[in-house]
């Protein structure tokens, strides 16, 4: 796999290559050229804005696939409240897929979709079964999620019934897009609750539900991570995933990397916040990751705009065009962060044959625990705090297969100041006069 | 005080939730946090707990822009359910970055006591020094 970008003309990995005119493929395809491909997290309720938006990702100067990303109510499952919102004209946080009919949302693809142009539909869902049948309806195949990082974060399912919704919808997917087209599935594991967990649990799960995945039935995955504290120890993740789906996926899988922008707390100013995209556009490269999914300078504040979503897009391919092809470092990747996903992964696989048993079971023995995660079936014992040097750490581990850092500070009671102080520093150090870049 | 903290039917945001629990235990009150995506009726049952559980406020958190909506529909059902405990919410309750006074005015007329569309949590605290003080105040838009 690698990744790293040139300055090719945009509509290099736009040439109809007629057989796949997969999501997977699309992207292999612009890896193979050189360029990076970028990605928004873009939705609005209403199918003409939501249409321009598309168009507009597909026009902006850079490799580019669209995104539409589905509204809270629809994400948990409450059609009426969408339906009732749309015709009250209240402004949703994003577009209701499985309210609007399939005319429509078929209208909106329309001519706007295609080879070229991708569009994955990314959800938030633990029970996703209405959103997979109105998106293969739609004629869309790609999408995102996964039985873990699609419920501990996104509300109070049981995770057993998510593992099991997620499980038939993998299969749902597969049925619904047959043979030759190819679905396509994302995990979102590698972000969880968007901070303060330590990059080895991320890259762990981030596998764990690519091969939950491709045990159902999906045979073109990507994997994900999400931007921390430390580019360094960032780099380091994204080289540890890509050599984990290497080992542990079976041969024949499709499969890409895919980085989030940092999804913690963003910096305020328009300044920090394009120098931590451009960071991540960086880390991106260099890291060899092939897809980039922006955040746009409004993220700290509200929704945003088309315009500001297609000014990240922009920002994030001339940044990663800057950069050069990246040059894998001599030896295998087997750092810190590979370890600790390593043992993860080892011990999760070790519980059951199964990957969504295995997954069960670990979190509810506390193998898998996610710091500061609320949901009940999550142990809560896990604790992590950003080191003197930047890097994210685990202080308290609860019965995960990892030790605690041995600089942890002494476990002193986690205050609300505490809290903001931790969750802020990212947003601080780029927002500050004489930000590190 | 004991306070019962919530986040609306459609909010799955915990740090919010979790920041806010942390926030009120140190001014000294006892918290009952249910967590994200409550559904109207688990509030109301919530609420309606009675022996030493027995909420005295209720805080209704929400950041995902749903939260003008989601909050009227909580508050009203509360209201209909008899529910007479005062309300307060606050966050981000738009997708548009500013509070909407037409919004707030709303959730006021339904019967929430306070309206933090700001997220102004030095306010919030003001407000709970007066209730703690024995007066429930007039309705009002804190900004
Ligand atoms: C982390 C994060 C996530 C994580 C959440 C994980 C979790 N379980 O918590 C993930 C990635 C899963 C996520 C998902 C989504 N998110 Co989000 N998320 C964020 C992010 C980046 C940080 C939030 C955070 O951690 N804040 C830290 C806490 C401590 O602060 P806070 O929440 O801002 O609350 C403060 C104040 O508002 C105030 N406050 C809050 N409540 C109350 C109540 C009262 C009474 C008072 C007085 C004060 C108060 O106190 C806090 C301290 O100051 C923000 C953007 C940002 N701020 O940078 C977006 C953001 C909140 N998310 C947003 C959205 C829309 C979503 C999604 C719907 C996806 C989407 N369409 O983009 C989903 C949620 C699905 C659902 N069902 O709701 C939007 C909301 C838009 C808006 N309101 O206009 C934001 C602003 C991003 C954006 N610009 O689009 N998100």
């Known amino acids: 796999m690698s990744g790293g970008a040139t300055l090719l003309a945009p509509s290099a990995a736009r040439e109809p290559a007629a057989p796949d005119t997969s999501f997977g493929g699309f992207v292999a395809r612009a890896a193979a ?86 569009v994955q539909v990314r959800h938030g869902s633990s029970r996703p079964e209405g959103i997979v049948r109105a998106l293969a309806a739609a004629g869309l195949d790609a999408t995102e999620g996964g039985p873990v990082s699609y419920c501990l974060p996104y509300g109070r399912t049981p995770l057993a019934e998510s593992v099991e919704n997620w499980a038939r919808c993998c299969e749902l997917l597969a049925e619904l897009v047959p043979a030759p087209r190819v679905p396509h599935l994302e995990s979102f594991g590698g972000c969880m609750l968007g901070q303060l967990c330590p990059p080895g649990l991320l890259v762990a799960l981030s596998l764990l539900e690519g091969l939950f995945f491709v045990r159902h039935g999906i045979r073109s995955v990507s994997l994900s991570y999400a931007q921390q504290t430390d580019p360094a120890q960032d780099e380091e993740a994204v080289r540890a995933l890509r050599r984990l789906a290497a080992e542990f996926l079976p041969a024949g899988v499709d499969r890409h990397v895919v980085l989030y922008t940092y999804m913690g707390v963003f910096p305020r100013t328009a300044r920090g916040a394009t120098r931590l995209l451009e960071a991540s556009a960086r880390l991106a490269v260099r890291a060899g990751a092939q897809r980039l999914i922006v955040k746009t300078a409004a993220e700290a504040h509200r929704i945003p705009t088309v315009q500001e979503n297609v000014r990240a897009l922009e920002t994030a391919a001339a940044t990663a065009a800057l950069c050069g092809r990246p040059t894998d470092p001599p030896g295998p990747a087997d750092g810190e962060v590979y370890r600790e996903a390593r043992a993860f992964v080892e011990a999760v696989l070790d519980l059951a044959e199964d990957p969504g048993r295995a997954l069960l079971t670990a979190f509810a023995r506390g193998v898998l625990d996610v710091p500061y995660c609320l949901h009940p079936d999550n142990a809560g014992r896990s604790r992590s705090f950003v080191d003197a040097d930047g890097r994210l750490r685990w202080s308290e581990v609860g019965a995960m297969p990892v030790a605690p850092y041995r600089d942890a500070p002494p476990g002193r009671a986690l205050t609300a100041d505490g809290l903001l102080v931790a969750l802020g520093s990212v947003a601080r150090r780029h927002d500050g006069p004489r930000a590190r870049p | 005080m004991h306070i019962l903290l919530s986040g609306t039917a459609s909010d799955s945001h915990t740090w919010n939730l979790v920041y806010l629990q942390l926030f009120l235990e140190e001014l000294g009150h006892r918290v009952h946090n249910l967590g994200p995506c409550v559904p109207d009726g688990l509030l109301a049952g919530a609420c309606a707990a009675d022996g030493p559980g027995r909420p005295d406020l209720v805080v209704v958190s929400s950041v995902n822009g749903h939260g003008y909506r989601d909050g009227l529909g909580a508050v009203q059902a509360l209201r209909r359910a008899g529910v007479t405990l005062p309300v307060v919410i606050g966050g981000k309750l738009g997708v548009a970055g500013v509070p909407d006074p037409r919004q707030r005015r709303r959730l006021l007329d339904a019967g929430c006591d306070a309206v933090f569309d700001d997220g102004d949590t030095g306010a919030l605290r003001e407000y709970l020094d007066l209730l703690a003080g024995g007066g429930r105040a007039a309705r009002q838009a804190v900004a």
């Open chain 1, 33 to 118: 050229s050189g360029q990076l491909v970028v990605q928004p997290r873009m939705g609005f309720g209403d199918p003409h804005r939501m249409r321009d938006g598309l168009r507009r990702t597909r026009d902006a100067v850079a490799t580019t696939v669209g995104t539409l990303t589905i509204d809270s109510y629809t994400r948990v499952g409450d059609q009426d409240a969408a339906r009732a919102a749309l015709r009250e004209g209240t402004p949703l946080n994003g577009y209701p897929i499985a309210t609007h009919s399939g005319e429509v949302t078929r209208a909106l693809l329309e001519g706007v979709r295609g080879p070229a142009f991708p």
